[in-house]
């Protein structure tokens, strides 16, 4: 019998086969629970809907099923229909695993790049998704601006000019889902104007740096020294990637000479500044140093995301573009790789003062594992010099000379997971190499925070 799908009620695919019609459809729906297609549980359609899905007879498809439950394959009770048998598919004796110890196996994360998920503002947020969902036009479900919704930009807009000090018009702001994707819209519009080379920071991230060079980019690393990196020398560079407000992984935020200086050359030869205002809304013992974006909005691209500062699962991010790059940016995709309904959330916890709470609040809280981590090691491990804590979500542990590797491993004997400064290094990068460990401290949970100081302090020189 040609194949045939039950589309009344239930949705059924079956390809009943053999000499009767009974037997046929039998034998189908056997195969299509014996080989775990229909899982335990599965409720299927009654036999009138299936009886005149395949066309045949009612009695054909109720003879079938009970001979189902006669075998054990199904089960059949009065309210609930027809189901799959929970023991129906029978499985092979599982093999005992060999019991196995990992030796040092993390029990504490350290690593960076993760903010407290244990505080993502649930009922704040779905208050604002009720909200937003509730009050959006019917043709927000459309496919709309390929730029993100406007009631985003706009909030955004007016929430960054605020914070940040950016001069962003929402005409040329561009939703993305998050830094990454954002780079790599940015890289590839520059790709197709000519462009060749990103000089970046001499440490960072190599997932961002493989990421720029499959657009086809060379990365170069910048020249480094106590007061940053000279972004005003990039050689041959075409653009420039900087994180000036607090730099991943060295905690430090660019002197102002520095910030004028790579302005100075973007407009002097045409070159573009990317900025990646990372960690921008965490701050300590400092004010918020303002954006670049501020001195030069025709050659800098603000680059910004919520993964801080809610969670890098929301994969939402904006970009604030020099209005001649707009739309080449969004020819290479924009707004529309972010769910409409998660732009329009963010939208209200913005306009609605949620967002401004939840940051002040996670602020504290930050702060104080920050200084937490500082008492600690202030008492015990008074040789280690901790830097770049006056803002962000992680520290840097500076090490004697040449006892990155033993820490390290030290730190994964007990139970640790933690990166050496090392992890961080471009492989292109002539500077000095210097020992330390990047300890993020937003992760673990509070009634951890204690334990997983005690480890640190006992893996360190």
């Not at 903010?115 to 709309?144: E, Q």
């Not at 302005?263 to 002097?268: E, F």
């Not at 707004?335 to 996670?362: K, N, P």
């Not at 050496?420 to 992760?443: F, I, M, S």
Request: proline share 8%; aromatic share 6%; glycine share 10%.
């Amino acid at each position: 019998m040609a194949e045939q799908r039950a589309t009344p009620g239930i949705d059924l695919h079956l390809e009943p086969t053999g000499p009767g019609l009974r037997r046929g459809l039998t034998d189908a729906l056997r195969e299509a629970v014996r080989t775990g297609r229909l899982s335990p549980g599965t409720r299927l359609p009654s036999s009138r809907s299936l009886a005149a899905d395949l066309g045949l007879a009612r009695n054909t498809v109720a003879d079938a099923y009970a001979d189902l439950v006669a075998e054990g394959w199904l089960t059949a009770r009065q309210g609930s229909g027809t189901r799959v048998a929970d023991r129906a598919v029978p499985r092979p004796p599982a093999r005992p695993a060999a019991p196995r110890r990992v030796p040092g196996r993390p029990r504490y994360d350290l690593l960076p790049g993760t903010p407290d998920l244990a505080s993502f503002p649930r009922a704040a947020w779905l208050k604002a998704t009720r909200r937003a969902l509730a009050a959006a036009p019917h043709d927000a479900l459309g496919y709309g601006d390929p730029r993100g919704r406007p009631e985003l930009r706009t909030a955004l807009a007016d929430y960054l000019a605020r914070v940040r000090g950016v001069r962003a018009d929402p005409e040329h702001l561009v939703v993305c889902s998050g830094f990454a994707h954002g780079l790599q819209l940015v890289c590839a519009a520059l790709r197709a104007r000519g462009a060749r080379t990103l000089a970046v920071e001499s440490y960072g991230l190599d997932i961002h740096w493989d990421l720029v060079e499959r657009t086809g980019l060379r990365t170069v690393p910048l020249p480094l020294d106590d007061l940053g990196p000279r972004a005003q020398s990039p050689g041959d560079a075409d653009a420039v990637l900087l994180n000036p407000a607090h730099q991943f992984p060295l905690g430090g935020a660019l002197v102002p000479e520095r910030r004028a200086a790579a302005v100075d050359w973007a407009r002097r030869t045409g070159g573009l500044v990317l900025e990646d205002d990372y960690d921008g809304e965490f701050r300590y013992d400092r004010q918020a140093v303002g954006a670049l974006q501020d001195l030069d909005p025709d050659h800098v691209v603000y680059l910004g995301t919520a993964s801080k500062s809610l969670a890098p699962g929301l994969r939402l991010g904006w970009m604030v573009l020099p209005p001649s790059l707009v739309p080449e940016v969004v020819a290479h995709g924009g707004g529309r790789s972010v769910g409409v309904l998660d732009q329009l959330t963010l939208a209200e916890f913005l306009t609605s003062g949620a967002y401004d709470r939840h940051v002040r609040a996670a602020r504290l809280r930050y702060r104080r594992r920050r200084d937490a981590l500082v008492e600690a090691l202030a008492t015990r491990a008074p040789d280690v010099r901790v830097t770049g804590i006056a803002a962000g979500l992680h520290a840097v542990l500076r090490l004697p000379p040449g006892t990155e590797p033993s820490v390290v491993r030290a730190a994964a004997w007990h139970g640790l997971a933690v990166h050496g400064l090392a992890r961080y290094r471009h492989p292109a990068a002539r500077d000095a190499r210097e020992d330390a460990l990047v300890v993020g401290y937003a992760t673990p949970p509070d009634h951890a925070w204690a334990s997983t100081l005690e480890a640190l302090c006992r893996a360190l020189p």
